[in-house]
């Protein structure tokens, strides 16, 4: 194997470790409060496991991971846009008018 190959393995497993570590996230964020939730590191995590493994995928030339990695980096994108918009059209109506 090559250093090259070493490295890009490596990055695939991080990118797997990073994936998997927000369903631990996860869990425990439900097991604190007793209901299930679903953090918002959740979904940066999501985010960033994910595109790190898009990444090995497309080094790869693997369509099929491609193209599952690339449809999962939307949902999240979607997901994290979702949760701060509230938040940024909260902002705006507690803001004093303008002028």
Do not use: C, H
Not at 62 to 73: H, K, R, T
């Amino acid at each position: 194997m090559t250093p090259t190959e070493t490295i890009w393995i490596a990055i695939g497993f991080f990118g797997q470790g990073l994936f998997f570590g927000r369903w631990i996230i996860q869990w425990v964020a439900s097991e604190r409060s007793s209901k299930s939730r679903v953090p918002i590191s959740f979904w940066y995590m999501s985010l960033i496991g994910g595109l790190i493994t898009l990444a090995y995928a497309i080094y790869r030339r693997d369509p099929v991971f491609i193209a599952g990695q690339s449809v999962g980096a939307v949902v999240y994108i979607r997901n994290l846009m979702l949760i701060y918009r509230p938040a940024a059209s909260q902002a705006s109506t507690l803001a004093p008018p303008q002028g």
